[in-house]
């Protein structure tokens, strides 16, 4: 065989190995969505409908998705015998990290669904998204979200011919993690917090600055952090039509519907921030004054919030300082993803 065919047979091996030809990366776009589309379905439908059995529509859209999640990642860590450098060796198996890390949230996301429903039946129904049991699960479905935002920071380095291809899934799972760490505030986007408003605008203006700093960080593309924003904002409008069409269709959600946090202008500014080499310090300042005043304005705006004088203050202090902080661990991030260097 001469080398042209052989080059051409590697190419071959490396396209059947890969990650997305492997159909483990299409698994875990699907799941993801199906996981924050389930949660803001499964909120809509206890404020509405309360909790009259474990086995509610949402409760069996979101574990089947994270089951099938499962199953894919282990069968993907079994699967994969790559010998290269981002691998960890076990035995015969090679070990993506990524797909550890999709895997772990997934079994987490698992375990919680009988310990929370136990929950319930020791301790009585939750009056809030912030129940310990909750934390779990969503910590499992950010962790499987983040595992795959990390595999395909993985495969892009591992596969340059498809380098394309994995720079669109890092948008894709930058958008995903994005709405998972919105999700924190469902209950402030629903009208029914259980905890002081400041803290809600504290999160609100602080959580966008890790994903989008560190997306234009990446830099998969020049406006990868608008990019995300703008995705986040569609993902989101979709959520909401899910849920009318479902309500109104199916009697499958009520009628209540959560606020969309607006961060198009934080996405913005995080790619003019990167490409003005702008420390990260300063950074998340001004991406958490940029994500309090957008959102400041639209509440005033829609005239749907309660956003009073002494929550604004002690939210846009503990903002600030949450930003920065994220806006560190954005850096800290980018330097461990970014392969090339």
């Not at 409908?49 to 282990?74: C, E, Q, W």
Request: one cysteine or more.
């Amino acid at each position: 065989m001469d080398s042209v065919s052989l080059k051409q047979a590697k190419q071959i091996k490396s396209a059947v190995n890969d990650l997305w030809h492997l159909g483990t990366l299409p698994v875990l776009a699907l799941g993801t969505l199906s996981g924050v589309l389930g949660i803001y379905w499964d909120i809509a439908w206890h404020i509405d409908k309360g909790r009259d059995s474990f086995f509610t529509p949402p409760h069996n859209f979101i574990y089947s998705a994270m089951l099938i999640v499962l199953v894919m990642a282990v069968y993907t860590l079994i699967r994969d015998r790559r010998q290269s450098h981002l691998h960890f060796k076990l035995g015969s198996l090679r070990l993506q990290p990524g797909i550890i890390i999709v895997a772990l949230g997934a079994a987490i996301t698992l375990f919680f669904a009988p310990a929370d429903d136990l929950w319930h039946r020791l301790f009585g129904a939750d009056i809030t998204l912030w129940a310990p049991m909750h934390l779990i699960g969503l910590l499992g479905l950010t962790l499987a979200t983040l595992g795959g935002f990390i595999a395909t920071q993985i495969e892009a380095d591992l596969n340059p011919e498809q380098k394309r291809l994995f720079q669109n899934l890092s948008i894709y799972f930058a958008i995903m993690f994005l709405a998972w760490c919105m999700l924190l505030l469902a209950e402030y986007e629903f009208g029914v917090p259980v905890f002081p408003m400041w803290v809600g605008i504290a999160l609100l203006s602080a959580l966008p600055s890790f994903i989008l700093f560190l997306i234009a960080k990446l830099r998969p593309f020049l406006y990868a952090a608008t990019l995300t924003s703008l995705g986040f904002t569609l993902f989101r409008l979709l959520i909401a039509a899910w849920l009318i069409f479902s309500d109104s269709r199916l009697d499958w959600a009520g009628e209540t519907r959560p606020a969309i946090p607006l961060l198009i202008v934080t996405g913005i500014l995080a790619d003019w921030l990167v490409q003005r080499k702008v420390n990260w310090l300063l950074a998340g300042l001004i991406l958490a004054v940029s994500s309090f005043l957008s959102n400041w304005l639209l509440v005033l705006t829609l005239g749907n919030g309660n956003w009073y004088l002494q929550a604004l203050a002690w939210g846009l202090v503990g903002g600030l300082v949450l930003s920065v902080l994220l806006s560190r661990l954005a850096v800290a991030s980018a330097r461990a993803l970014d392969l090339r260097s």
